[in-house]
């Protein structure tokens, strides 16, 4: 009986061991981020205004991953898109949950990211989650989860970069200060994190949210506004102050691109990238502009979506429809844990 007891216990070991590492999971969101990446200037072929965007680090996920060429929001603004998202649910089931100023979660709702917390997961945010305000009964947690000691300058880009350079200092060092917060801010929350530890990140700048400073695209980016003559859509005048405007938000999107490839440089440094579920996307279209934020076109609800890792099968382009608040039930499922009946969203976890 000892005999067979001590076999036991060393077949459990074995299993134990063996056993997968849970994902980690890394979700990259962007404010009022559309559907504009260089990986979709392909996708829509030549003549739009994605063949301006170099955006190389995106452009990797979406080559070593899947790049969705239909992914949409169930609302173009910023609150019921993220009670959405983080609920699983549509966001008229969220009550005030999606309201934008006073917004208030129900705690009956369950979120995605405490359940994966109650599941081991270690819990950490930079910048914007939930509404306007990051009030404290917000459904990721506490403020005990936010990682912003280094700051929270880099909301604030093209902002922050011109006034560092209108007092001296160059584009390249003026950027590298905002480059450095976002990295100091994700080592604390990767320092903090038990060993063996699964991980659910959220990085959600609010930079491509205007107001962002007008000619800091050329400025800081060398985004020329003539390079989009002939290819803005057909409800944009094609016009200079437009086309400005326009490459100004773009400057943005590369600013969160650069971003990005620090996020992914730390996890293939440890050696994680690979069991990490890589997330990037946006909550809604382009703020201000005709179409965009807040109305009902193409424009406003569609976004990029790019998902790499955790045994995603590469170099693929879907057509397949989703939308964001699929993504809770699919963390959930990834992680192991039954999404639960009150999600409309559906698991997509089979089509990666």
């Known amino acids: 009986m000892k005999s067979l007891a001590v076999l036991l216990a060393l077949l459990c070991t074995h ?22 990446a260089g990986a979709y200037a392909k996708v829509d072929g030549p003549g739009t205004v994605n063949d301006v965007l170099q955006t190389p680090n995106f452009d990797r996920i979406a080559r070593e991953g899947v790049l969705f060429k239909h992914a ?9 898109c993220r009670s959405s998202l983080l609920s699983g649910q549509y966001f008229w089931r969220t009550g005030r949950a999606a309201i ?42 506490q403020r005990e989860f936010a990682y912003e000691k280094a700051g929270n300058r880099f909301n604030n880009f093209s902002q922050n970069v011109t006034r560092m350079v209108n007092s001296g200092q160059s584009v390249y060092a003026a950027k590298q200060v ?3 917060e976002v990295l100091a801010n994700f080592d604390a929350f990767l320092a903090d994190r038990k060993p063996d530890q699964p991980f659910c990140y959220w990085f959600g700048p609010t930079h491509t949210h205007r107001k962002w400073t007008r000619g800091s695209g050329k400025a800081l980016w060398g985004l020329d506004p003539d390079s989009l003559a002939g290819k803005m859509p057909p409800f944009l005048p094609d016009v200079p102050e437009v086309r400005e405007d326009l490459a100004d938000y773009f400057g943005e999107v ?14 293939e440094k440890a050696g994680e990238l690979d069991n990490t579920l890589l997330v990037v996307s946006g909550d809604h ?3 201000g502009f005709p179409h965009g934020k807040c109305n009902l076109y193409d424009f406003g609800t569609g976004v990029s979506l790019a998902i790499r890792g955790a045994g995603t099968k590469g170099g693929r382009v879907l057509d397949d429809f989703v939308n964001l608040m699929d993504l809770a039930p699919t963390f959930l499922e990834l992680a192991g844990l039954p999404p639960g009946p009150e999600m409309t969203g559906r698991s997509f976890l089979d089509v990666l």
């Not at 949409?72 to 609150?79: E, N, Y």
């Not at 930079?126 to 917000?138: C, H, I």
């Not at 590369?254 to 440089?265: I, K, Q």
């Open 254 to 267: 590369l600013a969160l691109d650069h971003a990005l490839g620090l996020l992914v440089g730390r996890l």
């Open 100 to 141: 934008l100023q006073g917004a208030v979660w129900d705690a009956a709702i369950p979120s995605y990211p405490l359940l994966l917390r109650d599941a081991g997961y270690h819990l950490g945010k930079t910048y914007k989650v939930w509404s306007p305000g990051s009030p404290v009964d917000a459904p990721y947690g």
């Open 285 to 287: 279209g382009a703020p």
């Open 178 to 180: 905002l480059y450095d």
């Open 15 to 36: 299993f134990l061991d063996a056993a997968p590492a849970r994902p980690n999971i890394l979700f990259v969101f962007a404010d009022d981020w559309g559907r504009h």
């Open 72 to 80: 949409f929001v169930t609302a173009p603004s910023c609150t019921p």
